[in-house]
């Protein structure tokens, strides 16, 4: 089996599903995310044995490190000593130390970055409970797309397929973008599953896999008197 994560989407679901671990610490977040791959190898029935590891694939982008402006303020800012461009170099250097682990870099799209509004802000600015003269510059958020990750998961997915180096491929992920990939694996005889870790996704998507795991708790799920009393006894606060 070869498991396959999406850096970005596995950070963004982090705190959704593992709501009592912290989810900026880079040491915690890449031994979960080596934990969860690892979790799939366990069979879903009794009957099934255990499944052998080829690689566990992460994908991401090195943050950038130039310097930009904030929009409002206009100060000098270098995104190489901001706290997101550390603690994303930092789940990198976790990731390798694990045993079986690739990491595959692609890029962040420096042309067309921005500063954008963080989503929460602009809500608020569309019901009138914020004014657009009060904005600070702790309302943006400087976005650059990712480039070379899809394309990456892509080539290794057709590379482990047409040589038959495993069986199995489950992709950690929750967009379609994967899915001229997945069909070229089923093609090959490739088991193909999908661990969208809860989040909703197309009812289309399932008809180019073969199956969808999420192997954490799922987040929905109504939560028991003993695990309500247990968050009121920490007070709400995070644990590693």
Not at 9 to 30: E, L, Q, W
Not at 83 to 111: C, P, S, Y
Not at 201 to 229: M, Q, W, Y
Request: hydrophobic share 40%.
């Amino acid at each position: 089996m070869a498991i396959m994560i999406d850096g970005a989407f596995f950070i963004n679901r982090f705190k959704h599903v593992y709501p009592k671990k912290n989810a900026r610490d880079p040491s915690v977040v890449a031994k979960t995310a080596f934990q969860m791959a690892c979790a799939h190898l366990k069979p879903k029935n009794k009957n099934s044995k255990k499944s052998d590891l080829y690689r566990v694939f992460f994908y991401d982008c090195p943050p950038l490190t130039k310097r930009v402006h904030t929009p409002i303020e206009n100060k000098s800012v270098n995104l190489a000593t901001s706290d997101e461009a550390k603690f994303r170099t930092a789940i990198h250097q976790e990731m390798t130390t694990f045993r079986k682990v690739a990491l595959r870099l692609g890029h962040l799209n420096e042309k067309t970055a921005s500063w954008i509004i963080k989503k929460r802000v602009m809500t608020e600015l569309l019901k009138g409970k914020r004014e657009w003269n009060d904005l600070k510059d702790d309302d943006f958020v400087y976005y650059a797309k990712q480039t070379g990750v899809d394309m990456r998961i892509g080539v290794d997915i057709a590379l482990l397929a047409q040589k038959r180096l495993v069986d199995q491929v489950v992709l950690v992920a929750g967009d379609s973008d994967f899915v001229p990939a997945a069909k070229l694996a089923r093609r090959e005889g490739i088991d193909f599953i999908l661990d969208p870790m809860w989040n909703h996704i197309a009812p289309d998507l399932l008809t180019h896999i073969d199956g969808l795991r999420s192997v954490t708790a799922n987040p929905l799920a109504k939560k028991t008197t003993k695990e309500i009393e247990d968050e009121a006894k920490d007070g709400g606060a995070a644990k590693a």
